[in-house]
C-alpha cells in the first residue's frame, strides 16, 4: 500500500478500515424487502414498493463500516429496519427496534466493540435540492358545449396568460375527464365519458411541449368520468376517483413517459367531481367533490412517490365540480369555484387548505384550472345558472390573488380539463 491514509480506523486484526469516500458501493440498487449487509460496503436502498430489513453481519471487528442511502428519497414511505444480527447497536441488544423512516436520509454505521456495539457515525437528511424549471405554457381541452354534444377542441394558453382561439381537435370528443402535466414538459388528457356513444371511456391523449395533442391511446384502468388529475415528483402524473356506478377511490399513475398504469385501490372515501393539483413542488392533492354522504370538503395528500394518502378532514365550503391549480414559487396551490360559488381555498406548500376566501368573478361549474408562465394561474370555462356555458377566464397572480373575469375566447364549453405543458416562455 502507498500514499497517505488520513482519518482512517485500525481493526483488532491490524486491517486498516476503508473510510466513508473508500468504502465499496454496490452498484446494483436494492429493491428488495431484505438485504444482507457485508461490512465495508455501501447500498443504495429503493423502498418505493416496500420495508427493507437489513441484516447486519454476526460478527464485527473495531472500524467495520457500513452506509446506506435513500436512493429515492422514500424511506419517508417505506422505512428502513436494522436488525443488528446478535450484536449490539448503540449499546442495546438486537431485541431493540431499529428503524429509520425519513426521506433523504442516509445512515453511515460503524462497529466500536462488543459493549456499544454499531454506533452511527452519521444518519443526515439530505436536502432536495434540483427543481424543474417551471411550467410556462397551459392547455384547455375537450368538453361539452350543451347537453348533448361533446367536443375535441383544444385551446391554449401563452406564458403570458392569453388564451388562444380554437384548435381543431384531435381524438375522441368527450367530456368530465382529467389532465395533468408529465415528463416536466408535457401534458396528458384521460378518461372521461362520450355522450350518446362509448359512454365511459379510459383513453388517453399524450401533449407534446409545443401543444400538439396526438390520437387516441388504448386505455388502461377503469374506464370513467368525473375524475381529476395532478403532477407529482416533478415529472408524474395521477388519475384518481371518479364515478362508474358508484363512487370510486381508486388512482392511476402516470410515469415520466406518459404511461398510464393499472388502477391502486386506496382507503380514502370514494368521491367524484373532486379537484387535483400539485403543491410543494413535488406532491398533490385531492380535493372536495360529492361521494355517498353529499358534498364534501375533505382532502388526501399525495406523496412524491405518488402514494395516496387517507382522508384529511376538510377546511371551507363542501363543494364540487370546482377546479384547481397551483401558483407561486414556493410551491403553493389554491382550489376555486364550484357549484354554485366562486370562492377560493388557499394551499399551502406543505399541503394545508385554507378557510373560504371571498371569490371573484362569475360563480361557476365544471371549469378547469392550470399554472402558467412559471408561477401564476388560470380557471377558464365552465358553466353557470346566471350565463350557462361559458368561455371566461380568471387569473390568478403569484401571491395566489384572483382576477376578475376575463372575456372569453374560444369556444363556450363545460365539463373540460386542463394542464400546464412547456418550460419555454
Given at each position: 500500500m502507498?500514499g497517505?491514509?488520513?482519518?482512517?480506523i485500525?481493526?483488532?486484526?491490524?486491517?486498516?478500515?476503508a473510510t466513508?469516500?473508500?468504502?465499496?458501493?454496490v452498484?446494483?440498487v436494492v429493491t428488495?424487502s431484505t438485504?444482507?449487509?457485508?461490512?465495508g460496503?455501501?447500498y443504495f436502498i429503493?423502498?418505493?414498493?416496500?420495508?427493507?430489513?437489513?441484516?447486519?453481519?454476526?460478527s464485527?471487528?473495531?472500524?467495520?463500516?457500513?452506509v446506506f442511502?435513500?436512493?429515492?428519497r422514500?424511506?419517508?414511505?417505506y422505512?428502513?429496519?436494522i436488525?443488528?444480527n446478535?450484536l449490539?447497536?448503540?449499546?442495546d441488544?438486537?431485541t431493540?427496534?431499529?428503524e429509520y423512516?425519513?426521506?433523504?436520509?442516509?445512515?453511515?454505521?460503524?462497529?466500536?466493540?462488543a459493549?456499544q456495539?454499531?454506533?452511527p457515525?452519521?444518519d443526515?437528511?439530505?436536502?432536495y435540492?434540483?427543481t424543474?424549471?417551471p411550467?410556462?405554457?397551459a392547455?384547455?381541452?375537450f368538453?361539452?358545449i350543451s347537453g348533448?354534444?361533446n367536443?375535441?377542441?383544444t385551446?391554449?394558453v401563452?406564458?403570458s396568460?392569453v388564451?388562444g382561439?380554437?384548435v381543431?381537435g384531435v381524438g375522441?370528443?368527450r367530456r368530465?375527464?382529467g389532465?395533468a402535466?408529465?415528463?416536466?414538459?408535457k401534458?396528458i388528457?384521460?378518461?372521461?365519458?362520450?355522450?350518446g356513444?362509448?359512454?365511459?371511456?379510459?383513453?388517453s391523449?399524450?401533449?407534446?411541449?409545443?401543444g400538439?395533442v396526438?390520437?387516441?391511446?388504448?386505455g388502461v384502468g377503469?374506464?370513467r368520468?368525473?375524475?381529476?388529475?395532478?403532477?407529482?415528483?416533478?415529472?408524474?402524473?395521477?388519475?384518481g376517483?371518479?364515478?362508474s356506478?358508484?363512487?370510486?377511490?381508486m388512482?392511476?399513475l402516470?410515469n415520466?413517459s406518459?404511461?398510464?398504469?393499472?388502477?391502486?385501490?386506496?382507503s380514502?372515501t370514494?368521491?367524484?367531481?373532486r379537484?387535483?393539483?400539485?403543491y410543494g413542488?413535488?406532491?398533490?392533492?385531492?380535493?372536495?367533490?360529492?361521494?355517498?354522504?353529499?358534498?364534501?370538503?375533505?382532502?388526501?395528500?399525495?406523496t412524491?412517490?405518488?402514494?395516496?394518502g387517507?382522508d384529511?378532514?376538510?377546511v371551507?365550503?363542501?363543494?364540487?365540480?370546482?377546479?384547481?391549480a397551483?401558483y407561486?414559487?414556493?410551491?403553493?396551490?389554491?382550489f376555486g369555484?364550484?357549484?354554485?360559488?366562486?370562492i377560493?381555498?388557499?394551499i399551502?406548500?406543505?399541503g394545508?387548505?385554507s378557510s373560504d376566501?371571498?371569490g371573484?368573478g362569475t360563480?361557476?361549474?365544471?371549469?378547469?384550472?392550470?399554472?402558467?408562465g412559471?408561477d401564476?394561474?388560470?380557471f377558464g370555462?365552465?358553466?353557470?345558472?346566471?350565463i350557462g356555458f361559458?368561455s371566461?377566464?380568471?387569473?390568478?397572480?403569484n401571491?395566489?390573488?384572483?382576477s376578475?373575469?376575463?372575456?372569453?375566447?374560444?369556444?363556450?364549453?363545460s365539463?373540460?380539463a386542463?394542464a400546464g405543458?412547456?418550460?419555454?416562455?
Amino acid at each position: 500500500m502507498s500514499g497517505q491514509i488520513g482519518n482512517n480506523i485500525l481493526r483488532t486484526s491490524g486491517v486498516v478500515a476503508a473510510t466513508a469516500a473508500g468504502l465499496n458501493w454496490v452498484s446494483t440498487v436494492v429493491t428488495g424487502s431484505t438485504l444482507t449487509a457485508e461490512a465495508g460496503n455501501g447500498y443504495f436502498i429503493n423502498t418505493t414498493s416496500n420495508t427493507c430489513t437489513i441484516t447486519l453481519p454476526s460478527s464485527a471487528e473495531a472500524g467495520d463500516q457500513i452506509v446506506f442511502m435513500d436512493y429515492l428519497r422514500t424511506w419517508g414511505t417505506y422505512k428502513i429496519i436494522i436488525d443488528s444480527n446478535g450484536l449490539n447497536y448503540q449499546g442495546d441488544p438486537d431485541t431493540f427496534t431499529v428503524e429509520y423512516e425519513t426521506d433523504g436520509e442516509t445512515l453511515n454505521i460503524v462497529y466500536a466493540d462488543a459493549t456499544q456495539g454499531w454506533i452511527p457515525l452519521d444518519d443526515d437528511v439530505v436536502a432536495y435540492e434540483p427543481t424543474p424549471p417551471p411550467t410556462q405554457k397551459a392547455i384547455f381541452g375537450f368538453g361539452e358545449i350543451s347537453g348533448t354534444v361533446n367536443n375535441n377542441m383544444t385551446n391554449l394558453v401563452t406564458s403570458s396568460g392569453v388564451v388562444g382561439t380554437d384548435v381543431t381537435g384531435v381524438g375522441s370528443a368527450r367530456r368530465k375527464l382529467g389532465a395533468a402535466g408529465y415528463g416536466s414538459d408535457k401534458a396528458i388528457f384521460a378518461y372521461g365519458n362520450i355522450y350518446g356513444g362509448a359512454g365511459s371511456v379510459n383513453m388517453s391523449n399524450l401533449v407534446s411541449n409545443s401543444g400538439v395533442v396526438a390520437t387516441d391511446v388504448t386505455g388502461v384502468g377503469t374506464a370513467r368520468p368525473d375524475l381529476s388529475a395532478a403532477t407529482y415528483g416533478n415529472d408524474k402524473a395521477i388519475f384518481g376517483f371518479g364515478y362508474s356506478g358508484g363512487w370510486l377511490s381508486m388512482t392511476n399513475l402516470v410515469n415520466s413517459s406518459g404511461v398510464i398504469a393499472t388502477d391502486t385501490s386506496t382507503s380514502a372515501t370514494g368521491t367524484s367531481e373532486r379537484a387535483a393539483t400539485g403543491y410543494g413542488n413535488d406532491k398533490a392533492i385531492f380535493g372536495y367533490g360529492e361521494d355517498a354522504s353529499g358534498y364534501t370538503n375533505n382532502t388526501n395528500l399525495v406523496t412524491n412517490v405518488g402514494v395516496l394518502g387517507s382522508d384529511v378532514t376538510g377546511v371551507g365550503t363542501a363543494r364540487r365540480q370546482l377546479a384547481a391549480a397551483t401558483y407561486g414559487s414556493s410551491g403553493q396551490a389554491l382550489f376555486g369555484y364550484g357549484r354554485t360559488v366562486s370562492i377560493t381555498n388557499l394551499i399551502s406548500n406543505t399541503g394545508v387548505v385554507s378557510s373560504d376566501t371571498t371569490g371573484v368573478g362569475t360563480d361557476r361549474r365544471l371549469l378547469a384550472a392550470a399554472s402558467y408562465g412559471g408561477d401564476k394561474a388560470i380557471f377558464g370555462y365552465g358553466d353557470s345558472d346566471a350565463i350557462g356555458f361559458s368561455s371566461l377566464t380568471n387569473l390568478v397572480n403569484n401571491s395566489g390573488v384572483v382576477s376578475a373575469d376575463v372575456t372569453g375566447v374560444g369556444s363556450e364549453r363545460s365539463s373540460l380539463a386542463c394542464a400546464g405543458y412547456s418550460q419555454s416562455a
